[in-house]
């Protein structure tokens, strides 16, 4: 029979994983406050979003978001509205305009990102120079950089990479 022997974990180690933690749930926190605001101000996509967050991180939905959510996906179920889209108030989009947000979704992390990197790491000043740099390192063009990063969707991601920024260096930029 094998035994097993416990061995203590480093100190160095039990830290590094308590201020990951830390970081993790100071992020959550962060991206759940945007949210709320969010959809006090009226929008609707707001609670979408924070019910798949809580679900992708395995965090409990929030009272606040839940009954909402509930009351909302009922009201399809009971066919008292025919979509879900008429159930949670999104507005319909034309393919155009699925493509151009489908498109800024996709370049939001990384515009941001590399916005906030450029601007706290290598002290940049946000302006006409770090777009254009951005605009030529994701190979797109510079109003689209600036309008991806001054959209309102983007706050949270600001949030959390200012909050983050102590504890990353941003070294790295996210694929």
């Given at each position: 029979?094998?035994?097993?022997?416990?061995?203590?974990?480093?100190?160095?180690?039990?830290l590094?994983?308590?201020?990951?933690?830390?970081?993790?749930?100071?992020?959550?926190?962060?991206?759940?406050?945007?949210?709320?605001?969010?959809?006090?101000?009226?929008?609707?996509?707001?609670l979408?979003?924070i019910?798949?967050?809580?679900?992708?991180?395995?965090?409990?939905?929030?009272?606040?978001?839940?009954?909402?959510?509930?009351?909302?996906?009922?009201?399809?179920a009971?066919?008292?509205?025919?979509?879900?889209?008429?159930?949670?108030g999104?507005?319909?989009?034309?393919?155009?305009?699925?493509?151009?947000?489908?498109?800024?979704?996709?370049?939001?992390?990384?515009?941001?990102?590399?916005?906030?990197?450029?601007?706290?790491?290598?002290?940049m000043?946000?302006?006409?120079?770090l777009?254009?740099?951005?605009?030529?390192?994701?190979?797109?063009?510079?109003?689209?950089?600036?309008?991806?990063?001054?959209?309102?969707?983007?706050?949270?991601?600001?949030?959390?990479?200012?909050?983050?920024?102590?504890?990353?260096?941003?070294?790295e930029?996210?694929?």
């Open positions: 029979m094998n035994q097993r022997t416990c061995r203590l974990v480093p100190p160095q180690a039990r590094a994983k308590i201020k990951q933690r830390k970081l993790g749930w100071a992020l959550f926190r962060a991206l759940l406050e945007d949210f709320r605001k969010r959809y006090a101000s009226g929008d609707n996509g707001a979408l979003d019910v798949d967050a809580c679900l992708r991180t395995g965090r409990k939905v929030p009272l606040w978001a839940a009954q909402p959510f509930c009351d909302r996906f009922l009201d399809w009971d066919a008292r509205v025919q979509t879900l889209d008429q159930a949670f999104i507005p319909p989009t034309t393919s155009r305009k699925f493509e151009a947000r489908r498109t800024q979704n996709r370049l939001r992390p990384k515009v941001v990102f590399r916005v906030m990197q450029l601007s706290l790491i290598e002290n000043s946000i302006g006409d120079a777009f254009a740099q951005v605009a030529r390192e994701l190979r797109t063009s510079e109003a689209t950089v600036r309008r991806v990063y001054y959209d309102k969707a983007s706050e949270a991601l600001k949030k959390i990479f200012a909050i983050a920024h102590p504890f990353v260096g941003f070294h930029t996210p694929r």
